[in-house]
Nanobody, 127 residues
Framework: QVQLVESGGGLVQAGGSLRLSCAAS????????MGWFRQAPGKEREFVAV????????DYADSVKGRFTISRDNPKNTVSLQMNMLRPEDTAVYYC????????????????????WGQGTQATVSS
């Protein structure tokens, strides 16, 4: 059974930081690009960040570029999202997802491209 288990969510003040982690099992981790998405109440799920299989390429939503960093540790089958300079509008449920193989620098950025999803972890940023 494929499982993606997220951790690291919580409550933080504006300007603060959170580090989200996702532990994968039941799949060959290095065969998948890995992504983070988020969904705020009443809004559609949106792309946040993606990283290629060996970490050679990354991409970010414009709204988080320069503040968030995605990384992966393949020997540990984990992917992380370091979130700095957080804003209230970053408040959402954050989801880890396992996607297809990337095509060089071409990375999946739409929800439908991803095969497996974590349960989500809540990040709340207070003003």
């Amino acid at each position: 059974q494929v499982q993606l288990v997220e951790s690291g969510g919580g409550l933080v003040q504006a300007g603060g930081s959170l580090r989200l982690s996702c532990a994968a099992s039941g799949l060959t981790f290095i065969d998948h690009a890995m992504g983070w998405f988020r969904q705020a109440p009443g809004k559609e799920r949106e792309f946040v960040a993606v990283i290629s299989e060996y970490g050679s390429y990354t991409d970010y939503a414009d709204s988080v570029k320069g503040r968030f960093t995605i990384s992966r540790d393949n020997p540990k089958n984990t992917v992380s999202l370091q979130m700095n300079m957080l804003r209230p509008e970053d408040t959402a449920v954050y989801y880890c997802a396992a996607g297809p193989r990337s095509r060089g620098a071409l990375l999946p950025k739409v929800s439908d491209a991803y095969d497996y999803w974590g349960q989500g972890t809540q990040a709340t940023v207070s003003s």
